[in-house]
């Protein structure tokens, strides 16, 4: 199966050549994702302020309404599809460009297999046009930034680990350089680790082939789903970026790295922090608070990991400024690392739980987020695509000039929207949190916190265009290039001795402390960071302590909550929900409800003001997966069940503008023509039950009719309330059961005199 042209010559070199094909493929892929990407970030940050400007001036912005009123692009459904493009889609595609060209170089030795190689790129180009089309069609987990169905998820590990996994490792293994760079260190954890996540996190139970409920519940896939979404970060938006910036920023600057032993120690404590830190996105929710404050405390911790990596970075350029003011390549990596040193400061500062109580929930969060993907990973892709493309297409970049005011426009813009998401995230969280001096809320209308950002919202959607101009503007400097390529592109042999068979370790440092005690001895040569040398040569091993490292972090943050039953404290009055309610929350989860909406009421006074007795972790032990969100645009719904009557919610959600002015959120008057698939109502209690959730026998096999006369139920009640007469066997309805249960449970048991 393995691909090789080497060659035994004289002297006992082999000859051979590296596939720039399938760096140049997937160079292609990362620019062409990235703006499609990019574009819908611009629309659903125009989303935000649509409704306003389509009303106050119809004649040149009434086209925006198609923001909000068409089915397949509702915030909703768009803001997953945008998540996934920009993560997967672009800095995914950015990745594997790095990891194929510098990994070939690293190792002195073609791919394992090219067949491999283009099955891995295929594939992957496979999996992304199937979230296109999934997603916004509604065909979604609900679960963040994995929301890819279950088809999907078994074709991502076949690529992940059977292609790509299997094409590296079989690379170090024929590689001719004995000593692994610190590159490949990170390449290492990044596609052990994104496959240990992936696997765990995505364990499901189908509900048909487009359907499918986490086989996690409540808090607990809560804790899961975070473990997953943070290290996702950590391991798909840094590790490889690491590596990435190992690589090419030194060749960028022709400067050697600065530190060997700063790699080494940021290296190892960020693989084994890391995963520890998840927690810290659920503070002040039904997450015990041991499990919470200990992902603060190791959130905390990777400040200096993070920070020993920029250092790096940043000083590598020591001795290029005069050439980083000409070279814009080296400003888009200046930036780039720049941005990663300010997100893993935020970060950590957003895990400390003062901070938290007021940033969660809030535009902070989303600020912060893209000052990571746009500008630490953005800035960097950019940097290496305008180093490699010469590289790879060998002929000269077409425009410097085009490349100067594509970093500009990508700064200006980035800053814009980090700073507006900033402002607008403390503005929404002083005005949540404000009272009156009779002590009542200073802001009663959730409305009013979402008017008061359109300003900050128009700002960001700027600052998102020029990110995107830039983008464009780069997009049209990288074709000309490529218009000028050579008709047959120079295949360049190299030479390299294969790795002897036998080989001596050089002998280590020995410490020349004397009239000590034998662990001091020991500690000065630990300390001097010899003995890794040993690991850099040896692959199998070290990634067998990477396994270890994330293996125990992860063992010991997330068994305990499915061990110790105190955790997840049992409420006799939460009954699991009826078949018609189940899928109309198949419905919310469709329309990425939980995008703008959170159902978890947090310990806080303004929160339990304006929503209801916070939420316990026992109200969620049937919901899988989870959905108290990471975002307030709309209010919480925790205990929004018999808060308004059936008719109130249909002409809400058929044109929320007519009930609350100046609402952004869409229409969705789809559901009221769309007829309840009556065979889905049915699978998805046959999931429901595989999993554990007390369906009677009788309740299973009559699920259908169950959710018939209930619906029928509503709609008769409808009527009654002055609403519509023709909607029974809508999905409206079926959604409308849905949020009239929410939190019902709960009041059940406050009026039968429970705790």
């Not at 998820?153 to 292609?163: R, S």
């Not at 990508?410 to 607008?424: E, K, L, P, R």
């Not at 039950?689 to 959710?707: F, H, N, Q, W």
Request: include cysteine; glycine fraction near 8%; aromatic fraction near 14%.
């Amino acid at each position: 199966m393995a691909t090789s042209d080497a060659e035994m010559v004289a002297g006992g070199l082999e000859t051979f050549t590296y596939d720039d094909a399938i760096v140049r493929k997937f160079a292609l892929a990362t620019y062409v994702w990235g703006v499609v990407g990019l574009l819908v970030g611009v629309l659903i940050a125009l989303q935000l302020v649509a409704p306003a400007m389509a009303e106050k001036w119809p004649g040149a912005f009434g086209w925006m309404k198609l923001l909000f009123q068409v089915e397949w692009l509702t915030f909703g459904r768009l803001r997953p599809l945008h998540t996934n493009a920009a993560i997967f889609a672009f800095a995914g595609n950015g990745v594997f460009t790095a990891i194929y060209y510098s990994t070939q170089r690293l190792c002195k030795a073609r791919m394992f297999s090219d067949v491999l190689s283009n099955l891995h790129f295929w594939g992957w180009q496979l999996i992304i046009v199937c979230a296109a089309l999934t997603i916004p069609l509604g065909i979604t987990t609900g679960k963040e930034y994995a929301e890819l169905e279950w088809p999907i998820d078994l074709l991502i590990a076949v690529v992940w680990v059977g292609f790509f996994g299997v094409n590296f490792f079989g690379t170090l293994a024929r590689r001719r350089e004995r000593h692994l760079y610190v590159a490949l260190w990170f390449y290492i954890a990044t596609i052990v680790t994104v496959a240990v996540l992936h696997v765990f996190n995505s364990l499901e139970v189908p509900a048909g082939w487009l359907k499918s409920y986490s086989v996690y519940a409540g808090v607990q896939d809560a804790l899961v789903q975070w473990w997953y979404g943070h290290n996702a970060v950590a391991f798909f938006l840094t590790t490889p970026f690491l590596g990435l910036m190992y690589y090419f920023l030194p060749k960028a600057a022709e400067r050697p790295v600065f530190s060997y032993r700063l790699s080494i120690l940021h290296f190892w404590s960020l693989v084994f922090v890391y995963i520890w830190a998840g927690p810290h996105h659920l503070h002040y929710t039904s997450l015990p608070g041991w499990a919470s404050t200990l992902g603060m405390t190791f959130s905390l911790m990777l400040w200096m990991p993070s920070w020993g990596g920029m250092i790096n970075g940043l000083f590598t350029l020591r001795g290029t400024w005069d050439k980083i003011t000409t070279d814009p390549v080296l400003k888009f990596f200046l930036v780039g690392v720049t941005f990663y040193g300010m997100s893993t400061f935020e970060g950590p500062l957003l895990s400390v739980k003062a901070v938290n109580s007021l940033s969660h929930y809030t535009d902070w969060t989303i600020g912060h987020v893209h000052g990571g993907t746009l500008g630490w990973n953005g800035m960097m892709i950019f940097g290496m695509l305008y180093w490699l493309w010469p590289r790879i297409y060998q002929t000269p970049l077409a425009s410097k000039k085009l490349a100067e005011w594509h970093f500009w426009l990508a700064t200006i813009g980035i800053f814009m929207y980090w700073i507006s998401m900033q402002w607008a995230g403390i503005t929404q969280g002083l005005m949540w949190r404000g009272f009156t001096d009779a002590g009542a809320l200073a802001y009663p209308d959730f409305v009013e916190t979402v008017t008061k950002l359109m300003p900050l919202y128009a700002i960001r959607a700027v600052g998102g265009g020029l990110f995107f101009l830039g983008a464009l503007l780069g997009g049209v400097n990288l074709l000309g290039t490529w218009v000028r390529r050579p008709k047959q592109y120079e295949v360049i042999e190299h030479q390299a001795p294969p790795l002897a068979r036998k080989y001596t370790d050089p002998e280590l440092y020995h410490s020349p402390v004397e009239n000590t005690l034998e662990v001091g001895r020991k500690l000065d040569e630990m300390t001097q960071l010899e003995w890794h040398r040993k690991w850099e040569h040896l692959p199998v091993r070290f990634t067998v302590w990477v396994l270890i490292s994330v293996g125990v972090a992860s063992i010991f943050s997330l068994v305990p909550m499915f061990v110790i039953r105190s955790n997840v404290p049992t409420i006799e009055s939460i009954k699991p929900y009826s078949p018609l309610e189940l899928y109309g929350r198949q419905v919310y989860i469709a329309e990425g409800c939980y995008n703008c909406h959170s159902q978890m009421i947090r310990p806080l006074w303004a929160e339990t003001e304006r929503y209801g007795p916070y939420s316990q972790s026992g109200e969620f032990v049937y919901d899988h997966p989870f959905q108290w969100g990471s975002r307030r645009i709309g209010p919480d719904l925790a205990r929004v069940g018999g808060k308004y009557n059936h008719d109130w919610h249909v002409r809400h959600l058929e044109d929320p503008r007519i009930l609350i002015a100046g609402s952004i959120m869409p229409a969705y008057k789809h559901l009221l023509n769309q007829d309840i698939p009556w065979p889905q109502v049915r699978r998805n209690v046959d999931a429901m039950v595989l999993l554990g959730v007390p369906y009677s026998d009788d309740e299973r096999a009559s699920a259908i009719e169950l959710a018939k006369a209930q619906a029928t139920r509503i709609s008769g009640e409808l009527i009654e309330q002055g609403g519509y007469e023709d909607l029974d066997g809508k999905k409206i309805l079926a959604l409308v059961a849905y949020l009239q249960r929410l939190g019902v449970d709960i009041k059940n048991l406050a009026v039968e005199g429970g705790e």
